[in-house]
């Protein structure tokens, strides 16, 4: 194994490259892609003499807008002061004031810059014409907040932008960004899973009873809550983010690391998957904020395993994870042991643990629910792990496909998706389930997750992350 997982390491990064920020005064520049940009620029990912430009429709001075970038980036130290003035001197800004302005419309290319950059802005497109793509893109901002996505609303309007692209750009030009597949703990699904024989062995219907996957955040809808109404938690997260974690979960193994046999094997999953059925889902609040639904993919390894996703706003905590269970062991030796888990956590605290039975030391025969546990902090305490912004859009500049969601996939994903969409829109009367700010999600949940065979074991009282030394009793061997 030489530690590059069979990347093409030949990829590198073009000089005198210019990133224009689309809707650089919005939310997603100011939580994300800034703070990701200067990440890399201190760190010396980003090409020499790169410039970057910011680029929206609110009218603002250069000062006012470097003022913003600052307060975009947390700097604890001197040195980072001194790096962030540095990086602010490479960052302009331009602000247009389109010419043909509709509600809603696509903008003409004849959009007037305004800015001290905006005459080095028009210089880096090549022709005119090449200015429609930014103005389209910031056109298509005024009605999703966030252009990398969602793409579209279900299945039609998602082939719909993807045909108004298609003049401007081809598709090795575009890359999608579904900011999950750069999270650290997404992008080690594959070598985990077929960089271990043992793990490799076990992946699949005869061995995985269920799998759940949990999108969990304390706060609501909080100042997006226009967005929300129209788009909802599906669409905001499990027809995506989920959905995604999914496909690398279920994947048969590509033939290579590169960008398109990773994303073939992923369109084949999707391929075989049926279309989400409203019997299977669960929705909660009014906007809606939470939605628990089952996915199946109909192939030999994985006929009849539910992939559970579960999605919620206003919860109870901060969490990501995937919860893959096992079936349970032969029975008779054995008095009701609970069932072996692998738990893969996304955030916070990155960590791989697989919950397994032990015996507890001493005289006794007795069995205890006990883990192997990969806690990244724990074993790779010197390291950092990158924002997934970060490495996204170094693939992005080197043009590494590989976790970028190709237009296959995408139409793939809006063919599961879209049936349940249209079915929710034309069945209002479908009241979401109420639940308590803060609290688990619906009542019902637990009901929901054991009836697709989910086994949920406090018998043993195990509590990942353990904080005590001396495990709690658990079941004892049959005899
Ligand atoms: C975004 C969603 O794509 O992802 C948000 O639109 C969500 O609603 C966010 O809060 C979660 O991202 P992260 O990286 O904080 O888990």
New binding site residues.
């Given amino acids: 194994m030489d530690g590059s997982a069979g990347k093409d390491t030949s990829l590198e990064l073009k000089d005198n490259t210019v990133i224009v920020v689309l809707g650089a005064s919005g939310d997603l520049a100011k939580k994300k892609t800034f703070p990701a940009l200067f990440g890399l620029y201190r760190n010396q990912f980003l090409p020499n003499d790169i410039q970057i430009v910011g680029y929206a429709r609110t009218e603002m001075p250069h000062d006012e807008f470097i003022k913003r970038v600052k307060s975009y980036i947390k700097t604890p130290t001197k040195d980072l002061e001194k790096q962030l003035e540095e990086f602010c001197s490479i960052c302009t800004y331009v602000w247009a004031t389109p010419a043909n302005t509709g509600e809603g419309q696509a903008q003409e290319p004849s959009a007037v810059l305004h800015g001290p950059a905006a005459k080095r802005v028009h210089n880096c497109f090549s022709a005119p014409e090449e200015m429609l793509l930014p103005l389209r893109m910031v056109a298509l901002a005024s009605f999703a907040p966030?252009v990398e996505?969602p793409f579209g609303k279900d299945l039609n309007s998602s082939r719909e932008l993807q045909k108004s692209l298609e003049p401007d750009w081809k598709e090795d030009e575009l890359f999608r960004i579904d900011?999950y597949l750069g999270k650290e703990m997404v992008k080690n699904i594959l070598i985990l899973r077929f960089g271990n024989l043992f793990f490799g062995a076990t992946w699949n219907r005869q061995h995985i009873d269920n799998i759940q996957i949990t999108f969990k955040?304390p706060f609501g809808t909080e100042g997006r809550g226009g967005y929300f109404d129209e788009f909802g938690i599906i669409r905001?997260?499990q027809q995506n983010?989920l959905l995604q974690v999914l496909t690398l979960l279920a994947m048969e193994r590509p033939i290579s690391f590169s960008s398109e046999d990773i994303r073939d094997e992923k369109v084949r999953v999707l391929r075989a998957m049926p279309a989400i059925e409203p019997k299977n889902v669960i929705i909660g609040f009014a906007m809606p904020t939470f939605c628990a639904l089952v996915a199946y993919i109909k192939n030999e390894r994985w006929d009849g395993v539910p992939f559970i996703m579960k999605a919620g706003k206003a919860l109870n905590e901060q969490k990501?994870e995937i919860r893959i269970q096992f079936k349970d062991v032969t029975s008779g030796i054995f008095k009701d042991i609970p069932r072996n888990e692998l738990v893969m956590r996304i955030?916070p605290n990155e960590s791989v643990y697989i919950k397994m039975n032990s015996k507890l030391p001493g005289l006794s025969m007795q069995t205890v629910v006990t883990e192997l546990d990969l806690t990244y902090r724990r074993r790779f305490s010197d390291l950092k792990i990158p924002e997934?912004y970060e490495s996204l859009i170094l693939d992005c500049l080197k043009g590494d496909h590989s976790n970028f969601v190709r237009d296959d996939e995408l139409d793939a994903s809006w063919r599961i998706f879209t049936p349940l969409l249209n079915y929710l829109d034309d069945n209002k009367e479908i009241i979401p389930m109420e639940y308590p700010y803060g609290s688990r999600g619906p009542a019902v949940l637990d009901d929901f997750t054991a009836s697709y065979g989910y086994k949920f074991s406090d018998a043993a009282g195990y509590q990942w992350p353990t904080t005590s030394a001396a495990p709690p009793t658990g079941c004892s061997v049959g005899r």
């Fill in positions: 966030q996505k900011h955040e905001d997260v983010h990501t955030q997934a």
